[in-house]
Protein backbone atom coordinates (compact mmCIF):
# COMPACT_ATOMS: atom_id res chain seq x y z
CA UNK A 1 0.00 0.00 0.00
CA UNK A 2 2.94 2.31 1.50
CA UNK A 3 4.68 1.92 -1.98
CA UNK A 4 1.44 2.66 -4.41
CA UNK A 5 0.98 5.52 -2.59
CA UNK A 6 4.73 6.71 -3.58
CA UNK A 7 4.07 5.84 -6.82
CA UNK A 8 1.39 8.05 -7.34
CA UNK A 9 2.83 10.91 -5.24
CA UNK A 10 5.58 10.63 -7.98
CA UNK A 11 3.41 10.46 -10.99
CA UNK A 12 1.52 13.65 -9.29
CA UNK A 13 5.26 15.28 -8.77
CA UNK A 14 5.77 14.14 -12.39
CA UNK A 15 2.54 16.26 -13.52
CA UNK A 16 2.91 18.73 -11.82
CA UNK A 17 6.88 19.12 -13.15
CA UNK A 18 4.74 19.23 -16.72
CA UNK A 19 2.69 21.81 -15.42
CA UNK A 20 1.11 23.52 -18.90
CA UNK A 21 0.32 26.95 -20.01
CA UNK A 22 -2.54 26.83 -22.52
CA UNK A 23 -3.54 30.31 -24.82
CA UNK A 24 -5.29 30.25 -28.19
CA UNK A 25 -3.53 32.39 -31.11
CA UNK A 26 -6.50 34.12 -33.86
CA UNK A 27 -5.10 35.76 -37.05
CA UNK A 28 -5.96 36.37 -40.37
CA UNK A 29 -9.43 36.69 -39.43
CA UNK A 30 -10.95 39.33 -42.37
CA UNK A 31 -14.31 40.72 -40.43
CA UNK A 32 -16.63 42.94 -42.42
CA UNK A 33 -19.90 42.89 -40.67
CA UNK A 34 -22.25 40.35 -42.06
CA UNK A 35 -20.16 38.26 -43.57
CA UNK A 36 -19.41 34.67 -42.69
CA UNK A 37 -15.72 35.42 -41.40
CA UNK A 38 -17.80 37.49 -38.96
CA UNK A 39 -20.46 34.31 -38.08
CA UNK A 40 -17.07 32.03 -37.87
CA UNK A 41 -15.77 34.18 -35.12
CA UNK A 42 -18.75 34.54 -33.46
CA UNK A 43 -18.64 30.77 -32.98
CA UNK A 44 -14.94 30.69 -32.04
CA UNK A 45 -15.62 33.23 -29.27
CA UNK A 46 -18.47 31.22 -27.95
CA UNK A 47 -16.24 27.59 -28.21
CA UNK A 48 -13.15 30.01 -26.28
CA UNK A 49 -15.50 31.26 -23.53
CA UNK A 50 -16.69 27.88 -22.87
CA UNK A 51 -12.90 25.96 -22.93
CA UNK A 52 -10.37 26.48 -19.65
CA UNK A 53 -8.17 28.36 -22.27
CA UNK A 54 -7.12 31.69 -20.45
CA UNK A 55 -6.08 34.11 -22.48
CA UNK A 56 -6.13 35.02 -26.57
CA UNK A 57 -3.46 36.67 -28.74
CA UNK A 58 -4.76 37.92 -31.92
CA UNK A 59 -1.90 38.66 -34.44
CA UNK A 60 -3.81 41.09 -36.81
CA UNK A 61 -5.63 41.23 -40.29
CA UNK A 62 -8.82 41.49 -38.01
CA UNK A 63 -10.74 43.73 -41.15
CA UNK A 64 -10.49 43.72 -44.42
CA UNK A 65 -9.78 47.20 -45.60
CA UNK A 66 -9.40 48.61 -42.30
CA UNK A 67 -12.56 51.27 -41.97
CA UNK A 68 -13.92 52.60 -38.76
CA UNK A 69 -17.19 50.13 -39.59
CA UNK A 70 -15.05 46.92 -39.16
CA UNK A 71 -12.84 48.28 -36.78
CA UNK A 72 -15.78 48.81 -34.49
CA UNK A 73 -17.33 45.49 -35.16
CA UNK A 74 -14.74 43.80 -34.50
CA UNK A 75 -14.33 45.12 -31.03
CA UNK A 76 -17.97 44.61 -30.36
CA UNK A 77 -17.06 41.05 -31.16
CA UNK A 78 -14.28 40.71 -28.99
CA UNK A 79 -15.69 42.50 -26.26
CA UNK A 80 -17.62 39.22 -25.89
CA UNK A 81 -14.61 37.38 -24.90
CA UNK A 82 -14.73 36.29 -21.25
CA UNK A 83 -11.00 35.96 -21.63
CA UNK A 84 -8.08 38.38 -21.80
CA UNK A 85 -7.19 39.14 -25.05
CA UNK A 86 -3.68 40.75 -26.83
CA UNK A 87 -3.79 42.17 -29.58
CA UNK A 88 -1.57 43.84 -32.77
CA UNK A 89 -3.01 45.08 -36.34
CA UNK A 90 -1.90 43.88 -39.94
CA UNK A 91 -1.46 44.56 -43.01
CA UNK A 92 -5.01 45.33 -43.52
CA UNK A 93 -5.45 47.86 -40.70
CA UNK A 94 -2.30 49.56 -41.64
CA UNK A 95 -2.38 50.06 -45.00
CA UNK A 96 -5.79 50.92 -45.98
CA UNK A 97 -7.51 53.21 -43.00
CA UNK A 98 -10.05 56.02 -43.18
CA UNK A 99 -8.58 57.25 -39.72
CA UNK A 100 -5.02 57.07 -40.91
CA UNK A 101 -4.78 54.00 -38.04
CA UNK A 102 -6.57 56.38 -35.10
CA UNK A 103 -9.30 54.42 -34.64
CA UNK A 104 -7.49 51.40 -33.55
CA UNK A 105 -5.75 52.88 -31.24
CA UNK A 106 -8.86 54.92 -29.87
CA UNK A 107 -10.34 51.11 -29.72
CA UNK A 108 -7.96 48.82 -28.88
CA UNK A 109 -5.14 51.54 -27.22
CA UNK A 110 -1.90 50.53 -28.62
CA UNK A 111 -0.59 48.50 -31.70
CA UNK A 112 2.37 46.73 -29.21
CA UNK A 113 1.72 44.37 -26.08
CA UNK A 114 3.91 43.25 -23.55
CA UNK A 115 3.01 40.79 -20.42
CA UNK A 116 4.01 37.58 -18.24
CA UNK A 117 2.00 34.29 -17.28
CA UNK A 118 3.91 32.01 -15.20
CA UNK A 119 7.33 32.27 -16.14
CA UNK A 120 6.15 33.08 -19.89
CA UNK A 121 7.15 36.50 -21.35
CA UNK A 122 4.56 37.60 -24.37
CA UNK A 123 5.41 40.03 -26.46
CA UNK A 124 3.80 41.48 -29.53
CA UNK A 125 4.37 44.57 -31.69
CA UNK A 126 3.48 46.25 -34.80
CA UNK A 127 5.33 45.26 -38.87
CA UNK A 128 3.18 47.79 -40.83
CA UNK A 129 3.02 48.58 -43.73
CA UNK A 130 2.06 52.26 -42.84
CA UNK A 131 -1.01 53.67 -45.12
CA UNK A 132 0.23 52.64 -48.64
CA UNK A 133 1.43 48.90 -50.25
CA UNK A 134 4.88 48.23 -49.15
CA UNK A 135 6.85 45.33 -47.37
CA UNK A 136 6.60 45.40 -43.69
CA UNK A 137 8.43 47.23 -40.90
CA UNK A 138 9.13 47.67 -37.50
CA UNK A 139 9.49 51.17 -36.96
CA UNK A 140 12.88 52.23 -34.97
CA UNK A 141 11.11 53.43 -31.73
CA UNK A 142 9.67 50.29 -31.36
CA UNK A 143 12.72 48.67 -32.18
CA UNK A 144 14.15 50.61 -29.31
CA UNK A 145 10.66 49.81 -27.19
CA UNK A 146 11.16 46.09 -27.74
CA UNK A 147 14.43 45.95 -26.70
CA UNK A 148 14.12 48.07 -23.28
CA UNK A 149 11.64 45.64 -22.21
CA UNK A 150 13.04 42.70 -22.48
CA UNK A 151 15.85 43.73 -20.95
CA UNK A 152 14.21 44.61 -18.10
CA UNK A 153 12.03 41.73 -17.89
CA UNK A 154 13.97 38.67 -19.58
CA UNK A 155 15.59 37.26 -15.81
CA UNK A 156 16.37 34.23 -15.53
CA UNK A 157 13.95 31.53 -15.60
CA UNK A 158 11.61 33.53 -18.06
CA UNK A 159 11.21 32.52 -21.63
CA UNK A 160 10.02 34.72 -24.35
CA UNK A 161 7.28 34.19 -26.87
CA UNK A 162 7.19 36.42 -29.63
CA UNK A 163 3.95 37.34 -32.10
CA UNK A 164 3.93 39.85 -35.25
CA UNK A 165 1.64 39.39 -37.98
CA UNK A 166 4.31 39.14 -41.19
CA UNK A 167 6.92 36.39 -40.82
CA UNK A 168 10.41 37.94 -39.91
CA UNK A 169 11.97 37.51 -43.37
CA UNK A 170 13.29 39.60 -45.96
CA UNK A 171 11.15 38.87 -48.25
CA UNK A 172 7.90 40.23 -46.19
CA UNK A 173 9.82 42.34 -43.92
CA UNK A 174 12.30 45.07 -44.86
CA UNK A 175 13.85 44.99 -41.20
CA UNK A 176 13.52 41.76 -40.30
CA UNK A 177 16.91 41.06 -39.40
CA UNK A 178 17.33 43.63 -37.44
CA UNK A 179 13.99 42.08 -35.16
CA UNK A 180 15.12 38.60 -34.90
CA UNK A 181 18.54 40.19 -33.90
CA UNK A 182 17.31 41.87 -30.54
CA UNK A 183 14.75 38.81 -29.84
CA UNK A 184 17.56 36.13 -30.33
CA UNK A 185 19.60 38.65 -28.10
CA UNK A 186 16.84 37.77 -25.24
CA UNK A 187 17.20 33.67 -26.07
CA UNK A 188 13.20 33.97 -27.78
CA UNK A 189 11.90 30.32 -28.25
CA UNK A 190 9.60 30.97 -30.94
CA UNK A 191 7.95 33.95 -33.19
CA UNK A 192 4.46 33.00 -34.14
CA UNK A 193 2.91 35.00 -37.38
CA UNK A 194 0.12 35.11 -39.44
CA UNK A 195 -0.26 36.24 -42.88
CA UNK A 196 0.05 33.45 -44.73
CA UNK A 197 -2.78 32.05 -43.87
CA UNK A 198 -1.34 28.21 -43.02
CA UNK A 199 0.42 26.41 -40.41
CA UNK A 200 4.06 26.55 -41.47
CA UNK A 201 7.52 25.70 -39.72
CA UNK A 202 9.62 28.38 -40.24
CA UNK A 203 13.33 29.85 -40.01
CA UNK A 204 13.80 33.50 -38.83
CA UNK A 205 17.84 34.03 -39.24
CA UNK A 206 18.39 30.73 -37.19
CA UNK A 207 15.53 31.62 -34.41
CA UNK A 208 12.17 29.32 -34.70
CA UNK A 209 9.30 30.56 -36.65
CA UNK A 210 6.03 29.47 -36.42
CA UNK A 211 3.40 30.42 -39.55
CA UNK A 212 -0.26 29.32 -37.99
CA UNK A 213 -3.71 29.32 -39.75
CA UNK A 214 -6.30 31.79 -40.60
CA UNK A 215 -10.12 31.44 -39.07
CA UNK A 216 -10.81 32.97 -42.61
CA UNK A 217 -11.85 30.15 -45.24
CA UNK A 218 -13.88 31.97 -47.92
CA UNK A 219 -17.84 31.02 -47.02
CA UNK A 220 -16.85 27.72 -45.42
CA UNK A 221 -17.76 28.53 -41.90
CA UNK A 222 -18.17 24.74 -40.41
CA UNK A 223 -14.79 24.22 -40.57
CA UNK A 224 -13.49 27.71 -38.96
CA UNK A 225 -10.63 27.74 -36.58
CA UNK A 226 -7.93 28.79 -34.47
CA UNK A 227 -5.02 27.80 -33.00
CA UNK A 228 -4.51 26.28 -29.21
CA UNK A 229 -0.17 26.27 -27.98
CA UNK A 230 0.72 24.38 -25.10
CA UNK A 231 3.39 25.14 -23.54
CA UNK A 232 5.23 22.79 -20.79
CA UNK A 233 9.02 23.33 -18.76
CA UNK A 234 10.40 21.85 -22.05
CA UNK A 235 8.28 21.51 -24.99
CA UNK A 236 5.53 23.45 -26.47
CA UNK A 237 3.00 22.10 -28.78
CA UNK A 238 0.96 23.79 -31.47
CA UNK A 239 -2.26 22.17 -32.07
CA UNK A 240 -5.07 23.55 -34.79
CA UNK A 241 -8.69 23.91 -33.45
CA UNK A 242 -11.58 23.47 -35.74
CA UNK A 243 -14.68 24.31 -34.41
CA UNK A 244 -16.59 22.01 -32.64
CA UNK A 245 -13.79 19.09 -33.01
CA UNK A 246 -11.11 17.75 -31.06
CA UNK A 247 -7.24 19.61 -31.31
CA UNK A 248 -5.37 18.12 -33.77
CA UNK A 249 -1.65 18.14 -33.07
CA UNK A 250 0.33 20.46 -35.63
CA UNK A 251 4.01 20.42 -34.31
CA UNK A 252 5.79 19.73 -31.38
CA UNK A 253 8.62 21.82 -30.57
CA UNK A 254 11.87 21.99 -27.78
CA UNK A 255 11.92 24.91 -25.56
CA UNK A 256 15.31 25.52 -26.90
CA UNK A 257 14.54 24.98 -30.38
CA UNK A 258 16.41 28.01 -31.04
CA UNK A 259 19.25 27.85 -29.94
CA UNK A 260 19.38 24.43 -31.70
CA UNK A 261 18.78 25.44 -35.19
CA UNK A 262 21.60 26.46 -38.03
CA UNK A 263 21.90 29.84 -39.23
CA UNK A 264 20.23 30.49 -42.85
CA UNK A 265 22.72 30.90 -45.59
CA UNK A 266 23.27 34.85 -46.66
CA UNK A 267 21.17 36.23 -48.97
CA UNK A 268 22.54 37.50 -52.71
CA UNK A 269 24.32 40.84 -52.45
CA UNK A 270 22.63 43.02 -54.93
CA UNK A 271 25.33 44.71 -56.49
CA UNK A 272 25.33 48.63 -56.58
CA UNK A 273 26.77 50.06 -59.74
CA UNK A 274 27.24 53.98 -58.77
CA UNK A 275 29.98 55.64 -58.16
CA UNK A 276 29.74 56.28 -54.04
CA UNK A 277 30.45 59.83 -54.76
CA UNK A 278 26.94 60.52 -56.78
CA UNK A 279 24.80 59.42 -53.62
CA UNK A 280 25.18 60.69 -49.89
CA UNK A 281 23.15 60.34 -46.75
CA UNK A 282 22.12 63.88 -45.89
CA UNK A 283 20.41 62.19 -42.22
CA UNK A 284 19.40 59.38 -40.40
CA UNK A 285 16.41 59.97 -38.44
CA UNK A 286 15.76 58.83 -34.70
CA UNK A 287 12.46 57.93 -35.90
CA UNK A 288 10.65 56.41 -39.12
CA UNK A 289 10.21 58.60 -42.22
CA UNK A 290 6.70 58.08 -43.92
CA UNK A 291 6.40 61.10 -46.07
CA UNK A 292 8.83 62.38 -48.56
CA UNK A 293 10.86 65.64 -48.60
CA UNK A 294 10.06 68.99 -49.72
CA UNK A 295 13.01 70.77 -51.36
CA UNK A 296 13.45 74.97 -51.40
CA UNK A 297 16.41 77.06 -51.39
CA UNK A 298 17.53 76.41 -48.03
CA UNK A 299 16.65 73.68 -46.41
CA UNK A 300 14.61 69.90 -46.41
CA UNK A 301 11.28 69.32 -45.21
CA UNK A 302 10.14 65.69 -44.03
CA UNK A 303 7.83 64.27 -41.39
CA UNK A 304 8.49 61.17 -38.54
CA UNK A 305 6.77 58.61 -37.40
CA UNK A 306 6.85 60.36 -33.75
CA UNK A 307 4.79 62.83 -35.23
CA UNK A 308 7.63 65.35 -35.69
CA UNK A 309 8.37 67.80 -38.77
CA UNK A 310 12.10 68.89 -39.19
CA UNK A 311 13.87 71.36 -41.37
CA UNK A 312 16.83 70.03 -42.34
CA UNK A 313 19.81 72.61 -44.10
CA UNK A 314 20.62 71.64 -47.29
CA UNK A 315 24.30 73.06 -46.56
CA UNK A 316 25.08 71.68 -43.05
CA UNK A 317 22.69 68.87 -42.77
CA UNK A 318 21.80 69.94 -39.32
CA UNK A 319 18.33 70.16 -38.14
CA UNK A 320 17.69 74.22 -38.22
CA UNK A 321 13.88 73.53 -36.09
CA UNK A 322 11.99 70.54 -34.99
CA UNK A 323 7.94 71.09 -34.34
CA UNK A 324 5.88 68.21 -32.68
CA UNK A 325 2.39 67.51 -34.28
CA UNK A 326 1.35 64.80 -31.79
CA UNK A 327 0.98 61.92 -34.17
CA UNK A 328 2.58 60.06 -37.10
CA UNK A 329 2.99 61.79 -40.51
CA UNK A 330 2.24 60.45 -43.68
CA UNK A 331 2.04 63.61 -46.30
CA UNK A 332 4.67 65.16 -47.61
CA UNK A 333 5.46 68.96 -46.54
CA UNK A 334 4.81 71.28 -48.69
CA UNK A 335 7.12 74.53 -49.36
CA UNK A 336 6.10 77.97 -51.18
CA UNK A 337 6.38 81.44 -50.40
CA UNK A 338 8.33 81.24 -47.17
CA UNK A 339 5.69 78.99 -45.74
CA UNK A 340 5.95 74.68 -44.90
CA UNK A 341 2.31 73.26 -44.98
CA UNK A 342 2.19 69.93 -42.77
CA UNK A 343 -1.11 68.09 -43.45
CA UNK A 344 -1.36 65.71 -40.41
CA UNK A 345 -3.38 62.38 -39.57
CA UNK A 346 -5.13 64.12 -36.44
CA UNK A 347 -7.47 66.28 -39.27
CA UNK A 348 -5.20 69.43 -39.47
CA UNK A 349 -3.35 71.79 -42.07
CA UNK A 350 -0.68 73.48 -40.22
CA UNK A 351 0.88 76.50 -42.00
CA UNK A 352 4.61 76.76 -40.78
CA UNK A 353 6.82 79.77 -41.05
CA UNK A 354 10.27 77.65 -43.17
CA UNK A 355 12.78 80.25 -41.15
CA UNK A 356 11.56 78.91 -37.70
CA UNK A 357 8.92 76.44 -37.63
CA UNK A 358 5.92 79.16 -36.49
CA UNK A 359 2.80 78.10 -36.90
CA UNK A 360 1.25 80.84 -39.26
CA UNK A 361 -2.50 79.26 -40.21
CA UNK A 362 -4.27 76.58 -39.18
CA UNK A 363 -7.34 74.32 -40.08
CA UNK A 364 -9.24 72.23 -39.24
CA UNK A 365 -11.07 68.92 -41.18
CA UNK A 366 -13.15 66.54 -40.84
CA UNK A 367 -10.25 63.65 -40.77
CA UNK A 368 -7.48 62.75 -41.45
CA UNK A 369 -4.50 63.99 -43.84
CA UNK A 370 -2.33 61.56 -45.41
CA UNK A 371 -2.46 62.78 -48.94
CA UNK A 372 -0.14 65.34 -50.98
CA UNK A 373 -0.64 68.52 -51.71
CA UNK A 374 0.31 70.75 -54.00
CA UNK A 375 0.78 74.34 -54.53
CA UNK A 376 0.28 76.09 -58.20
CA UNK A 377 -0.15 79.98 -58.15
CA UNK A 378 -0.06 80.49 -54.55
CA UNK A 379 -3.30 78.01 -54.35
CA UNK A 380 -2.59 75.49 -52.56
CA UNK A 381 -4.62 71.86 -53.60
CA UNK A 382 -4.93 69.46 -51.03
CA UNK A 383 -7.04 65.84 -50.60
CA UNK A 384 -8.35 65.26 -47.37
CA UNK A 385 -10.51 62.57 -45.65
CA UNK A 386 -14.06 62.39 -48.00
CA UNK A 387 -13.16 66.24 -48.97
CA UNK A 388 -10.79 68.43 -51.46
CA UNK A 389 -9.59 71.49 -50.63
CA UNK A 390 -8.14 74.87 -52.14
CA UNK A 391 -6.50 77.13 -49.94
CA UNK A 392 -4.59 80.37 -50.10
CA UNK A 393 -1.26 79.67 -49.27
CA UNK A 394 -0.87 82.67 -47.77
CA UNK A 395 -3.57 83.42 -45.76
CA UNK A 396 -4.92 80.13 -44.78
CA UNK A 397 -8.42 81.09 -46.50
CA UNK A 398 -10.50 78.24 -47.79
CA UNK A 399 -11.52 79.33 -51.38
CA UNK A 400 -14.02 76.35 -52.14
CA UNK A 401 -14.08 72.86 -50.09
CA UNK A 402 -15.25 69.61 -52.71
CA UNK A 403 -17.23 67.03 -50.54
CA UNK A 404 -18.55 64.72 -52.38
CA UNK A 405 -15.76 61.97 -52.09
CA UNK A 406 -16.75 57.97 -50.20
CA UNK A 407 -13.41 57.76 -49.08
CA UNK A 408 -9.90 59.35 -48.36
CA UNK A 409 -7.62 60.91 -50.88
CA UNK A 410 -3.56 59.91 -50.76
CA UNK A 411 -1.43 60.99 -53.96
CA UNK A 412 -0.70 64.42 -55.22
CA UNK A 413 -3.39 66.12 -56.97
CA UNK A 414 -2.92 67.52 -61.06
CA UNK A 415 -3.70 70.78 -62.25
CA UNK A 416 -3.57 70.83 -65.74
CA UNK A 417 -5.95 73.05 -68.26
CA UNK A 418 -8.43 74.70 -65.49
CA UNK A 419 -8.70 71.49 -64.24
CA UNK A 420 -8.15 69.92 -61.23
CA UNK A 421 -7.31 66.12 -60.78
CA UNK A 422 -7.10 63.38 -57.96
CA UNK A 423 -7.81 59.84 -56.52
CA UNK A 424 -9.56 58.53 -53.77
CA UNK A 425 -10.41 55.18 -52.62
CA UNK A 426 -13.57 55.26 -53.44
CA UNK A 427 -12.95 53.88 -56.68
CA UNK A 428 -13.13 56.82 -58.74
CA UNK A 429 -10.78 59.33 -60.03
CA UNK A 430 -12.19 63.06 -60.02
CA UNK A 431 -11.90 65.95 -62.69
CA UNK A 432 -13.12 69.50 -61.31
CA UNK A 433 -13.35 72.70 -62.11
CA UNK A 434 -9.98 74.51 -60.43
CA UNK A 435 -11.80 78.20 -60.22
CA UNK A 436 -15.31 76.24 -58.70
CA UNK A 437 -14.78 73.11 -57.55
CA UNK A 438 -17.67 71.77 -59.62
CA UNK A 439 -17.54 68.07 -60.83
CA UNK A 440 -16.38 67.88 -64.40
CA UNK A 441 -16.55 63.98 -64.41
CA UNK A 442 -15.50 60.91 -62.35
CA UNK A 443 -14.25 57.70 -63.52
CA UNK A 444 -13.89 53.98 -62.36
CA UNK A 445 -12.25 51.16 -63.36
CA UNK A 446 -15.35 48.72 -62.79
CA UNK A 447 -13.93 47.75 -59.58
CA UNK A 448 -16.26 47.40 -56.83
CA UNK A 449 -13.65 46.67 -54.74
CA UNK A 450 -12.28 49.64 -53.00
CA UNK A 451 -8.43 48.42 -53.02
CA UNK A 452 -8.38 48.29 -56.83
CA UNK A 453 -8.76 52.38 -56.57
CA UNK A 454 -6.99 54.77 -58.51
CA UNK A 455 -6.33 56.59 -55.56
CA UNK A 456 -2.55 56.54 -54.75
CA UNK A 457 -1.14 57.40 -58.12
CA UNK A 458 -0.35 60.59 -59.83
CA UNK A 459 -2.35 60.91 -63.06
CA UNK A 460 0.17 61.85 -65.87
CA UNK A 461 -1.60 64.50 -68.24
CA UNK A 462 -0.49 65.35 -71.61
CA UNK A 463 -2.07 66.26 -74.96
CA UNK A 464 -5.55 65.91 -74.04
CA UNK A 465 -5.26 62.88 -72.08
CA UNK A 466 -5.42 61.88 -68.72
CA UNK A 467 -2.93 58.19 -68.00
CA UNK A 468 -3.34 56.32 -64.76
CA UNK A 469 -2.30 53.01 -63.35
CA UNK A 470 -3.99 51.56 -60.53
CA UNK A 471 -4.11 48.25 -58.15
CA UNK A 472 -6.43 46.31 -60.70
CA UNK A 473 -2.95 46.00 -62.89
CA UNK A 474 -4.41 48.21 -65.72
CA UNK A 475 -2.79 51.11 -67.40
CA UNK A 476 -5.74 53.63 -68.56
CA UNK A 477 -6.07 56.68 -70.83
CA UNK A 478 -9.10 59.55 -70.19
CA UNK A 479 -10.41 62.35 -72.42
CA UNK A 480 -9.40 65.11 -70.08
CA UNK A 481 -12.51 66.97 -70.94
CA UNK A 482 -15.06 64.44 -71.01
CA UNK A 483 -13.65 61.60 -68.43
CA UNK A 484 -14.37 59.47 -72.03
CA UNK A 485 -12.12 56.18 -71.56
CA UNK A 486 -9.75 55.86 -74.74
CA UNK A 487 -7.74 53.03 -74.18
CA UNK A 488 -6.81 50.20 -71.04
CA UNK A 489 -4.51 47.73 -71.27
CA UNK A 490 -3.11 45.24 -69.03
CA UNK A 491 -0.60 44.07 -71.53
CA UNK A 492 1.92 44.45 -68.68
CA UNK A 493 1.63 44.43 -64.91
CA UNK A 494 1.40 48.07 -63.89
CA UNK A 495 0.54 49.14 -60.27
CA UNK A 496 0.49 52.62 -58.42
CA UNK A 497 3.90 53.73 -59.31
CA UNK A 498 4.42 56.19 -62.20
CA UNK A 499 5.70 59.06 -63.40
CA UNK A 500 6.14 60.82 -66.54
CA UNK A 501 9.23 62.78 -68.83
CA UNK A 502 9.99 66.11 -68.70
CA UNK A 503 8.61 67.35 -72.51
CA UNK A 504 5.23 65.02 -71.15
CA UNK A 505 5.07 62.97 -74.20
CA UNK A 506 6.32 59.52 -72.31
CA UNK A 507 4.54 57.97 -69.63
CA UNK A 508 7.16 55.69 -67.24
CA UNK A 509 5.41 53.27 -64.86
CA UNK A 510 7.06 50.24 -62.95
CA UNK A 511 5.85 46.96 -63.50
CA UNK A 512 5.49 44.33 -60.93
CA UNK A 513 8.74 42.17 -62.45
CA UNK A 514 10.99 45.24 -61.77
CA UNK A 515 11.11 46.49 -65.06
CA UNK A 516 10.81 50.26 -66.29
CA UNK A 517 8.32 50.18 -69.17
CA UNK A 518 7.83 53.85 -71.15
CA UNK A 519 4.12 54.37 -73.13
CA UNK A 520 3.78 57.09 -75.22
CA UNK A 521 1.01 59.56 -74.00
CA UNK A 522 0.60 61.24 -77.69
CA UNK A 523 -1.20 58.18 -79.42
CA UNK A 524 -4.46 57.92 -79.87
CA UNK A 525 -3.81 54.14 -79.02
CA UNK A 526 -1.87 52.18 -76.59
CA UNK A 527 1.61 52.33 -77.57
CA UNK A 528 4.48 50.99 -75.62
CA UNK A 529 7.88 52.08 -76.58
CA UNK A 530 10.03 50.19 -74.58
CA UNK A 531 11.20 48.09 -71.41
CA UNK A 532 14.40 47.92 -69.89
CA UNK A 533 14.93 45.44 -66.61
CA UNK A 534 15.90 47.54 -63.49
CA UNK A 535 16.95 44.99 -61.58
CA UNK A 536 14.32 45.00 -58.88
CA UNK A 537 12.71 41.49 -58.87
CA UNK A 538 9.29 41.67 -57.28
CA UNK A 539 7.74 45.38 -56.79
CA UNK A 540 4.57 47.19 -55.80
CA UNK A 541 5.61 50.31 -53.96
CA UNK A 542 4.02 53.13 -55.03
CA UNK A 543 7.13 55.07 -55.08
CA UNK A 544 6.13 57.92 -58.11
CA UNK A 545 8.72 58.19 -60.99
CA UNK A 546 10.94 61.19 -61.90
CA UNK A 547 12.72 61.81 -64.53
CA UNK A 548 15.63 64.79 -64.31
CA UNK A 549 17.89 66.24 -65.85
CA UNK A 550 17.62 63.09 -68.63
CA UNK A 551 17.63 60.56 -66.00
CA UNK A 552 14.53 58.29 -65.12
CA UNK A 553 14.56 57.74 -61.06
CA UNK A 554 13.42 54.54 -59.86
CA UNK A 555 12.00 53.44 -56.06
CA UNK A 556 11.73 49.63 -54.58
CA UNK A 557 10.32 48.55 -51.62
CA UNK A 558 13.44 47.31 -50.32
CA UNK A 559 15.75 50.05 -50.37
CA UNK A 560 16.86 49.75 -53.82
CA UNK A 561 17.06 53.44 -56.17
CA UNK A 562 18.10 52.62 -59.83
CA UNK A 563 18.47 55.54 -62.34
CA UNK A 564 18.01 55.11 -66.20
CA UNK A 565 19.08 57.46 -68.96
CA UNK A 566 16.66 58.60 -70.99
CA UNK A 567 17.88 58.56 -74.36
CA UNK A 568 19.09 55.59 -74.30
CA UNK A 569 17.27 53.58 -71.88
CA UNK A 570 20.03 51.81 -70.33
CA UNK A 571 20.72 51.47 -66.50
CA UNK A 572 22.88 54.15 -65.50
CA UNK A 573 23.47 52.67 -61.81
CA UNK A 574 21.21 51.36 -59.07
CA UNK A 575 22.28 52.32 -55.79
CA UNK A 576 20.57 50.17 -52.32
CA UNK A 577 20.37 53.19 -49.71
CA UNK A 578 18.97 50.56 -47.30
CA UNK A 579 16.64 47.75 -46.44
CA UNK A 580 12.74 49.77 -46.38
CA UNK A 581 10.76 51.29 -48.92
CA UNK A 582 11.64 54.28 -50.93
CA UNK A 583 9.12 56.91 -50.56
CA UNK A 584 9.24 59.32 -53.22
CA UNK A 585 11.88 61.48 -55.09
CA UNK A 586 11.97 65.48 -55.62
CA UNK A 587 14.38 67.70 -56.76
CA UNK A 588 15.94 71.84 -56.23
CA UNK A 589 16.67 74.13 -58.74
CA UNK A 590 19.85 73.16 -58.55
CA UNK A 591 18.80 69.62 -60.15
CA UNK A 592 19.66 67.95 -57.26
CA UNK A 593 17.49 65.54 -56.61
CA UNK A 594 15.96 63.70 -52.72
CA UNK A 595 14.53 60.88 -51.44
CA UNK A 596 14.00 59.21 -47.85
CA UNK A 597 13.70 55.67 -46.96
CA UNK A 598 11.04 54.39 -44.21
CA UNK A 599 14.05 53.68 -42.19
CA UNK A 600 14.48 57.48 -41.37
CA UNK A 601 17.29 57.99 -43.91
CA UNK A 602 17.82 61.09 -46.29
CA UNK A 603 19.47 60.64 -49.19
CA UNK A 604 20.86 63.08 -51.49
CA UNK A 605 21.83 62.57 -55.47
CA UNK A 606 23.83 65.45 -56.40
CA UNK A 607 23.30 67.28 -59.76
CA UNK A 608 25.53 66.48 -63.07
CA UNK A 609 28.42 68.75 -63.04
Given at each position: MMKRLMIFCGLMVSLCMQAQTKFAILTDLHVSPGNANERALSRIVDEINASDIPFVVITGDITNQGSNAELTNDKRLFSRFLKPYYLI???????????????????????????????????????????????????HEDLLWLDSILTKEAVKGTRLLAFAHYPLVENDMGNAREVVSVLKKHDA????????????EMNFEGMKGMMVRSTFLG?????????????????????????GEEMKRRFAVSMDA????????????????????AVSLAYQDKASVFTGVAVDKNALYFGNSLGEIKALSKKSRKVLWNVSLGYSLYS???????????????GELRALSAKNGKVVWTIKADGPFVADGCVVDGKLYQGGYKSFYCIDMATGKVDWKFTDINNYCQARPVIADGKVLFGAWDTY???????????????NNGKAQNLFSPANCVPAVHDGKVIIVAPDRYMTALDLSTGKQLWRSNQYTVRESQGVSADGKTVYAKLMNGQLLAVSSESSEYKPLWTVDAGLGYEHAPCPILEQNGVIYLGSRNGVVVAVEAASHKVLWSFKGGNSE????????????????????????????
Open positions: PGNHETTWSQSAVREYYRLFGSDRFFFKHDNLLFVGYNTGPYMKMGDGHVKVVSFCGHGHAYKQDTVNAGYTVVQVTPDSLFVNEKKVGKKMAEPSELPIIPQLVDPTTPVCANGLVVAPTADLYCLDRQTSALIWKWVNQFSCDAQGNVYFSLIEGKIYKVGAKK
